[in-house]
DNA sequence: ACGCTCGGGACTGCCCGTTAAT
DNA sequence: ATTAACGGGCAGTCCCGAGCGT
């Protein structure tokens, strides 16, 4: 158990890394400080060693979702044949097992109304890592234009966050694995190479 | 301070109304019943001989601002010229209005998340009031059966929910402007008549 | 339904009775008056139409409870044959009966240390009411004086309470129940005619 | 305001210990936790620190208050001349002293009845209390066998407890002084030697 | 005019996010 | 960098008066 400056790093990183599954399963005012802490087999009076505030680490966990979030979307669509990066994008957001696993799953469909309602630097953190994200997925997107290519994303993510979210809502399983599947048709097809 | 008969329904129809929007506005633990029952001219003794409880006040309340939800977007079709009732929904959804005022907007934009980690009686009626609304909204949609007209309405909604969530959590107006429009473009065009 | 005098008189009635049960069953903290008005089948907004206050009526209804107790006492000894007064006595109270019933049974024992602490009317309405218990059982106790008598009854009732709260608060119900049978023999031979 | 490692435990028993007293002097429902708090110094919100619930601490109090008392007792017993072990001790209990002092007094005669019908757990802890108590006072208590001297530790300590109850309820000071010197005689002969 | 209902404060137990002091 | 303590706040419940309908 070394003291030294590296351990504090990996004690912070597993307290963000918990935060972070924590606060999509949870929302931001059903997870507490101490109950973070013992999750991550800390005592509750340690966390502002690492911290300032718990505002802190929500922006910063909700970043570092974001970005993993980005790149297993992206790490899908550079694994996928040329001309199906788009199909990739959409099967691996638009499943049942992403609907039913909230905690390791997107970050805008679990917590965005609430970042939006956040302080504003909560949200000014949010906002840029909504950026990257979209920066990160435009590449994989058809589009006249850089411009055209980071449109399409937004349109995109956010239609799949919206499905998402609808798809969580929903009571029937049923009917629900059935609208992921005719929004994956949709969306495929909506931003297919000419299509837009 | 009367105390006829109706008056104790008035009363609670008020606290209704306030909390539907208080709750947009603040999300569900921003808004606690002494603030809200201030808000509506009251005192948080009164509360409880009006609700059971806060979840079930939340319940109602969600349901009432769904309903109010899909009834705007139904008349805003309904008083649209034949053929452009999707037109109509789309650009009375996706709008800059709309998103900047998200205590008098949709509820599923606003609090879906949230909801869905709810007590399972919240939930529920959550659930059933946005099923109401995907039957309501399904009338002015296209689709070759009334299936095909449910799950048009339903991507489409999703769709149009996730757009105002992402428009909301973006920084620069102009460019969450500029996402709104692709938007009504982008869903007008998906689910016209022989499109999707 | 009668809207007479008769009538508002017997829901009075009704309302104390049910209270004097209830009190002794729950503790005076442990009774609301919403609670107390339901169980007496009305709603809680009448009860300020029969008293002023709730000490009013828990000083009232431990006046009745105490009321009955002695009177349910002197029944049993005015009962027995000459000579056996004391017996009856001890033998109504100590019984295992009446510790698993408090809720009909002595209310010093279930109320004493609270309604000391209760405000002064209250204490003083009790206090007058402990004295009518003790007149009434000195009829049935010898002594060489009125006086004599009184003490005796004071005494003997002071240790026949102590002796039900001792077997309420014990666990072992076996242990209990001989505790009462010894105190049963213990205070019939003590307070035997010429023994004191 | 020191913070080293002992200082929590002596936090703790002085919470205790203010509770022991406020507990026997206004009753369980008569203490909340913020008064009981500021009584000992603190605010309320380092309460759960050291408690898990209002209840824990009523426990913990009832058991420390009958520990003391039972000790008090046997203090008085053991440095009494021999023979005079019931008399020091009736001569203890029964005093206008600690008829006037409720609050550094016999917990069974302030609390017993409520303390039963408190939660399951706070009821055996108090049950297991007044086991030892009885324990510690059948040692100076005759008896034929260990058991004997456990029954009449039982009767006494009743029989006691209901007189302090009984004088603490009297209205006239001096009729209570009478009766606590009749009872005095009373218990201190019938429990002699060879008498019960 | 009586009696119910609505509403008003106050309070309780519990828990949270946070910081001096060690 | 933990422990102990601080205030502030929440949901829920209480007891009780101001004022209508019967």
Avoid: W
């Amino acid at each position: 158990m070394p003291l030294s400056k590296q351990h504090k790093q990996q004690t912070r990183e597993r307290i963000v890394k918990t935060a972070s599954r924590a606060l999509r399963a949870e929302g931001i005012d059903g997870v507490s400080i101490p109950a973070l802490m013992r999750r991550a087999g800390l005592t509750h009076g340690g966390f502002y060693a690492h911290f300032p505030s718990k505002d802190a680490l929500v922006a910063e966990a909700c970043a570092l979702g974001l970005v993993e979030s980005s790149e297993r979307l992206g790490a899908a669509a550079s694994h996928a044949p040329p001309g199906q990066h788009l199909r990739a994008i959409v099967d691996a957001y638009l499943t049942p097992e992403h609907r039913d696993a909230p905690a390791t799953g997107c970050v805008i469909a679990a917590l965005a109304p609430q970042l939006i309602r956040a302080p504003a630097d909560v949200r000014a953190s949010f906002a840029a890592a909504l950026d990257q994200s979209i920066d990160r997925l435009s590449a994989y997107l058809p589009g006249a234009s850089e411009r055209a290519c980071r449109d399409n994303a937004r349109l995109l993510l956010a239609g799949m966050v919206g499905t998402l979210v609808m798809a969580r809502a929903m009571d029937d399983r049923d009917e629900s694995d059935r609208l992921l599947a005719l929004a994956r048709e949709f969306y495929a097809r909506a931003f297919a190479a000419g299509g837009e």
